[in-house]
């Protein structure tokens, strides 16, 4: 990196963790430090909101995603619209006529202490789990750049945010997510024109858009119903709105958000103009990943994108059957180019497709044989480099300075999303676990002091995990796997509040508690895609806790 692109990123950095601590200083009060003191604006809270969901891990994975599978994935996003018009309609309201701190109190009064801590612990381990995968994601990115022990590079993410959530909670939570959201936009509107603007003169976007179609990377629909195939429109529409009910509905770590509004209307149009604004934001940053594909096939593009495994395979007695492998896939790009001149605009993609289906079967072959040399002379090294394509192209294709913004974007978006958990993560522990099962609840001065101290706690724990995290399959379908496995749980748990009036308070813990261990049981066993895990659990939990009860009364 050069001069430029340093003082670029520790400028950005260093203005987000300044005003935050600034901005939010006078915070004196309990109520202020967890709930914003209740003043936050709708287009602030809808922006807070976009903020929490899009974690580095959003930046970093996402366009590898794409990359190497295609659009498919924002059929995960379908959902979400109809999710959020039910959390406005029936959530939401329900949580500022109660003036809850938390999503959990309420169902102490619905139920009893044990399901509201049961619910606060399901939700402790699940965020605790995803917030440590939040400083991992961009410590990736940084141990690329810089060759420093990602250990180091978790301790000092995770310190950059502890600063200021400790130092203003809330409040600080959103407003540093304003400008982090600016940076965010900015960075991958400016990612998207180089992009574009280094396709040979030819090629126009057009152009590029039937190119990656007929490489079968705008698979935007897959209407199947094989459940083995992860991300379908059925998964999405099904799947994916009882994950974002759940998520957006439950999760502390969004509903503090919107708690801190001025009104219940505030609240709504928050979530609302996230809902318009999310799955455009995605389709976007698939598409970048689509038109990184685009530009290698104009580019020489490495057999694998992490360059620890590569450097790791060539200083091994397997370098020469890396290099075959190597020479192989050029070949192989040199044959793809010799069609794509053969075509003027693209237009017949059926044809198009039908010459670059063996050849990309063939680069397919070479890649897993890659992988497996990988596996084998370095197991200890990621082999899977999905996550790291994006920021290869980063550091290899972009002018100097906007390297910078680009690892501004995944850096700030790491420290808005693991702002927002932090800080739902020590107030529930604080309001769901402490004071309700202790003899003198703390108040004003020591309840905020505790909730700060039990912020730095979380903050350790994060990084903690973050050391340990080993790479998944996909970084980003890591976070949403530890995700459904408990979500469905939970937003079962408080739709029988809010539905089943008749359902006991035994039962439905009882319930709970086995429904956990048969969706853990689930996904270990390989049985369903995960998204399916959210309905799953969110019907099970239901479904026992009525049968449970109605035994009890009989």
């Given at each position: 990196?050069?001069g430029i692109?340093?003082l670029?990123l520790?400028?950005t950095?260093?203005?987000?963790?300044?005003y935050?601590?600034?901005?939010t200083?006078?915070?004196?009060?309990a109520h202020e430090y967890i709930?914003?003191?209740?003043?936050t604006?709708?287009?602030?809270?809808g922006?807070?909101?976009?903020?929490?969901?899009a974690?580095a891990?959003?930046?970093?994975?996402?366009?590898g995603?794409a990359?190497?599978?295609?659009?498919g994935?924002?059929?995960?996003?379908?959902?979400?619209p109809l999710a959020i018009?039910?959390?406005?309609l029936i959530?939401?309201p329900?949580?500022?006529?109660?003036?809850v701190?938390?999503?959990y109190?309420?169902l102490e009064s619905?139920?009893d202490?044990?399901?509201?801590v049961l619910?606060a612990v399901?939700?402790?381990?699940q965020?605790g789990?995803?917030?440590g995968?939040?400083?991992?994601a961009?410590?990736?990115?940084?141990?690329?750049?810089l060759?420093w022990?990602l250990v180091?590079?978790?301790?000092?993410?995770?310190v950059?945010?502890?600063i200021?959530?400790?130092?203003?909670?809330t409040?600080?939570v959103?407003v540093t997510?304003?400008?982090q959201?600016?940076?965010?936009?900015a960075?991958m509107?400016?990612a998207?024109?180089?992009?574009?603007?280094?396709?040979?003169?030819?090629?126009n976007?057009?152009?590029?858009?039937?190119?990656?179609?007929a490489n079968?990377k705008?698979?935007l629909?897959?209407?199947?119903f094989?459940?083995?195939?992860r991300y379908?429109i059925?998964?999405?529409?099904?799947?994916?709105?009882?994950?974002?009910?759940?998520?957006?509905?439950?999760?502390?770590?969004?509903?503090?958000r919107?708690l801190?509004s001025?009104?219940?209307?505030?609240?709504?149009?928050g979530?609302?103009f996230?809902a318009?604004l999310?799955?455009?934001?995605?389709?976007?940053?698939?598409?970048?990943g689509?038109?990184?594909?685009?530009?290698?096939?104009f580019?020489?593009?490495?057999l694998?994108?992490?360059p620890?495994a590569?450097?790791?395979?060539?200083?091994?007695s397997?370098?020469?059957?890396?290099v075959?492998?190597?020479n192989?896939?050029e070949?192989?790009?040199?044959?793809?180019q010799k069609?794509y001149?053969s075509?003027?605009?693209?237009?017949?993609?059926e044809?198009l497709?039908?010459?670059?289906?063996?050849?990309?079967?063939?680069?397919?072959k070479?890649?897993?044989?890659?992988i497996?040399?990988?596996?084998?002379?370095?197991p200890?090294?990621?082999?899977n480099?999905?996550?790291?394509?994006?920021?290869?192209?980063i550091?290899?294709?972009?002018p100097?300075?906007l390297?910078?913004l680009?690892?501004?974007?995944i850096?700030?978006?790491a420290?808005?999303?693991?702002?927002s958990?932090?800080?739902?993560?020590?107030?529930?522990t604080?309001?769901?676990l402490?004071?309700?099962n202790v003899s003198?609840p703390?108040?004003?001065?020591q309840?905020?002091n505790l909730?700060?101290l039990?912020?730095l706690?979380?903050?350790i724990?994060?990084?903690a995990?973050?050391?340990?995290?080993?790479?998944?399959?996909?970084?980003?379908?890591?976070?949403?796997?530890i995700?459904?496995?408990?979500y469905g749980n939970?937003l079962?748990i408080f739709?029988?509040?809010?539905?089943?009036?008749?359902i006991?308070?035994?039962a439905?813990?009882i319930?709970a508690?086995l429904?956990q261990?048969?969706?853990?049981?689930v996904?270990?066993?390989?049985i369903?895609p995960f998204?399916?895990?959210?309905?799953l659990?969110?019907?099970?939990v239901?479904l026992?806790?009525a049968?449970l009860?109605n035994?009890?009364k009989?």
């Amino acid at each position: 990196m050069s001069g430029i692109d340093w003082l670029i990123l520790l400028l950005t950095l260093g203005f987000i963790v300044g005003y935050g601590v600034w901005k939010t200083r006078a915070v004196t009060t309990a109520h202020e430090y967890i709930k914003g003191d209740e003043k936050t604006p709708w287009w602030a809270i809808g922006l807070s909101v976009m903020a929490t969901q899009a974690s580095a891990i959003t930046f970093l994975s996402t366009p590898g995603q794409a990359y190497f599978s295609g659009m498919g994935f924002v059929q995960f996003y379908f959902g979400l619209p109809l999710a959020i018009v039910i959390i406005c309609l029936i959530f939401i309201p329900l949580y500022k006529k109660l003036k809850v701190y938390t999503a959990y109190e309420y169902l102490e009064s619905r139920f009893d202490k044990k399901t509201r801590v049961l619910t606060a612990v399901l939700f402790l381990i699940q965020r605790g789990l995803a917030t440590g995968i939040t400083i991992y994601a961009p410590s990736i990115v940084l141990s690329v750049v810089l060759g420093w022990p990602l250990v180091w590079l978790n301790i000092c993410v995770g310190v950059l945010v502890i600063i200021y959530t400790v130092s203003g909670g809330t409040k600080a939570v959103t407003v540093t997510q304003k400008q982090q959201m600016a940076v965010i936009f900015a960075g991958m509107f400016a990612a998207f024109f180089i992009i574009y603007t280094s396709l040979p003169n030819d090629m126009n976007l057009y152009k590029a858009f039937c190119l990656a179609k007929a490489n079968d990377k705008i698979n935007l629909i897959n209407t199947s119903f094989d459940l083995k195939n992860r991300y379908t429109i059925w998964t999405g529409l099904i799947g994916g709105t009882f994950l974002m009910l759940s998520y957006f509905g439950t999760d502390q770590s969004q509903v503090q958000r919107y708690l801190s509004s001025k009104s219940i209307r505030e609240s709504q149009l928050g979530l609302l103009f996230n809902a318009l604004l999310k799955v455009p934001m995605q389709f976007f940053i698939l598409f970048v990943g689509v038109m990184v594909f685009v530009f290698y096939q104009f580019n020489t593009a490495p057999l694998s994108f992490n360059p620890q495994a590569e450097k790791a395979v060539m200083d091994s007695s397997q370098a020469a059957a890396y290099v075959t492998l190597k020479n192989e896939k050029e070949s192989l790009e040199l044959a793809k180019q010799k069609i794509y001149k053969s075509y003027h605009n693209y237009d017949d993609n059926e044809g198009l497709a039908d010459q670059l289906q063996a050849l990309n079967f063939k680069l397919q072959k070479n890649k897993e044989a890659s992988i497996t040399l990988i596996d084998m002379v370095a197991p200890e090294v990621e082999s899977n480099d999905k996550d790291y394509v994006f920021i290869h192209f980063i550091l290899h294709h972009l002018p100097k300075g906007l390297i910078g913004l680009l690892l501004a974007v995944i850096l700030s978006a790491a420290m808005s999303s693991t702002a927002s958990e932090l800080n739902a993560l020590a107030t529930t522990t604080v309001v769901d676990l402490y004071q309700p099962n202790v003899s003198q609840p703390k108040k004003g001065t020591q309840l905020m002091n505790l909730t700060k101290l039990t912020t730095l706690i979380w903050g350790i724990i994060a990084i903690a995990v973050a050391c340990i995290a080993p790479l998944f399959d996909n970084l980003i379908q890591l976070v949403n796997i530890i995700g459904s496995i408990f979500y469905g749980n939970i937003l079962g748990i408080f739709l029988i509040a809010f539905f089943f009036k008749k359902i006991t308070s035994n039962a439905v813990f009882i319930g709970a508690l086995l429904t956990q261990f048969i969706v853990m049981g689930v996904y270990f066993s390989d049985i369903l895609p995960f998204l399916w895990l959210n309905l799953l659990g969110c019907v099970l939990v239901i479904l026992l806790a009525a049968i449970l009860s109605n035994f009890k009364k009989k």
